[in-house]
C-alpha cells in the first residue's frame, strides 16, 4: 500500500511539472537584437581602447568595459536580464604572409546572453571573435597622416603596405596618362580610396576594403 501511494505522488508530481515555453518570433528577435547591440557597444569600447593605449585590454580592462555595458544593457534593455558578458583575451599568434609580411594577430572573443526578465529559460547568446593585427611604421612603403594623392608619372611598383589617414588617389591625369601602378602590399585609408584607372593602369593586389570607410570608389576626374 505504501509503495503504490509513493507511485502514485511520482505520477502526480510528474504530470504537474513546467514545461519552458518556446519564446515568441518576436521575443527571439528583441533578445538577438540586444546580444548584437551589447556586442557592438563592446566592440566601439574596444576600438577606442586600442586607439587610445596602442595594445589590447588586460583582463582587468576588459572587466571595466564590461561594467559599463552592463550599464547600457539595463538603461536599453528593461525588459531583458544580461545573464552573461564576457570579454576574454585569446593567446597571439603570428601570421606569414608572402606579400603583405608577417603580423602578431590577438584574437578577443566576446560572449553575452540575455534573458527575458519574466522567464530567464528564454534566452539568446551571442558569440563573437574580434582579430586585432598589431602593426608598425616600419611595415608600410608609405604612410601619410593625411590625404594622400599618388599621381605617377613613370611605372611605379610599390612593394610594402601603403596608408592614409585621409581620402587616398591612385593614379591621375597630371601627365596624360598611360603609365602603370602596382600596389602589392595592403592598400587601407581613413576614408575613401579612389582609383583613376580612366588615365593610368592601377593593380592592387590585396586592398582592405574592411579598414576604409568608402571602400573602392572608381572616379572620374
Known amino acids: 500500500m505504501r509503495i503504490v501511494s509513493v507511485l502514485l505522488i511520482l505520477l ?3 504530470g504537474c511539472r513546467a514545461v519552458a515555453a518556446e519564446p515568441t518570433p518576436s521575443q527571439r528577435a528583441r533578445l538577438l537584437y540586444a546580444g548584437e547591440a551589447a556586442f557592438q ?7 577606442t581602447f586600442i586607439s587610445t593605449n596602442q595594445h589590447v585590454p588586460t583582463t582587468q580592462d576588459c572587466a571595466a568595459m564590461m561594467s559599463n555595458i552592463v550599464t547600457f544593457a539595463s538603461n536599453s534593455f528593461a525588459d531583458l536580464t544580461l545573464m552573461t558578458m564576457t570579454v576574454t583575451n585569446l ?8 606579400q603583405n609580411g608577417s603580423y602578431r594577430i590577438a584574437p578577443i572573443t566576446v560572449q553575452i546572453a540575455f534573458a527575458l526578465t519574466t522567464d530567464t529559460n528564454l534566452s539568446a547568446t551571442v558569440n563573437r571573435s574580434v582579430h586585432v593585427r598589431y602593426l608598425s611604421l616600419f611595415d608600410y612603403s608609405m604612410f601619410v597622416d593625411g590625404p594622400l594623392y599618388l599621381v605617377v608619372i613613370k611605372n611605379m611598383y610599390v612593394s610594402g603596405a601603403v596608408h592614409a589617414n585621409g581620402i587616398l588617389t591612385l593614379g591621375g591625369p597630371a601627365h596624360g596618362g598611360g603609365q602603370e601602378l602596382r600596389v602589392f602590399g ?6 575613401n580610396i579612389y582609383c583613376i584607372a580612366n588615365y593610368d593602369t592601377v593593380y592592387l593586389t590585396n586592398v582592405g576594403t574592411a579598414a576604409c570607410a568608402g571602400g573602392m570608389v572608381p572616379m572620374d576626374w
Not at 41 to 47: H, I
Not at 91 to 98: C, G, H
Open 186 to 191: 595592403y592598400v587601407t585609408c581613413a576614408s
Open 12 to 14: 502526480l508530481a510528474a
Open 41 to 47: 557597444q563592446t566592440l566601439q569600447a574596444l576600438d
Open 91 to 98: 593567446a597571439s599568434y603570428l601570421t606569414n604572409d608572402y
